[in-house]
């Protein structure tokens, strides 16, 4: 079997991101990142989707990028995170 998959993994310690790592870590080496720290104790890299440079810096040498950030308690910040930071990803 070939070396795994190399993969930037953004919002893993959001609603869905602690859910998929556990099956994910077996098929893919995951690059976890977020802004906040993992509920499980967790190691993740701090990654700020809103910013441009770090989400560059951040998928230097990846395979691909899952994206499961997402921000909808402040209008301001939902649109820097949901819509900003989706066209960094891109």
Same mark, same amino acid.
């Given at each position: /079997? ?10 893993? *310690?959001?609603?869905?991101? $602690?859910?998929?790592? $556990? ?15 993992? $509920? ?25 990028? /899952? ?5 909808? *308690?402040? $209008?301001?910040? *939902? ?12």
């Amino acid at each position: /079997m070939g070396a795994k998959k190399k993969v930037l993994f953004l919002g893993a *310690s959001g609603l869905i991101g $602690p859910y998929l790592t $556990p099956g994910l870590e077996a098929h893919y080496d995951l690059r976890l990142t977020d802004v906040k720290d993992h $509920p499980d104790g967790i190691a993740v890299e701090r990654l700020d989707i809103t910013d441009y440079d770090q989400v560059l810096t951040g998928a230097e040498g990846m395979d691909a990028i /899952m994206n499961f950030t997402v921000n909808r *308690s402040d $209008p301001d910040l *939902s649109f820097h995170v949901n819509t900003r930071g989706a066209w960094h990803v891109m």
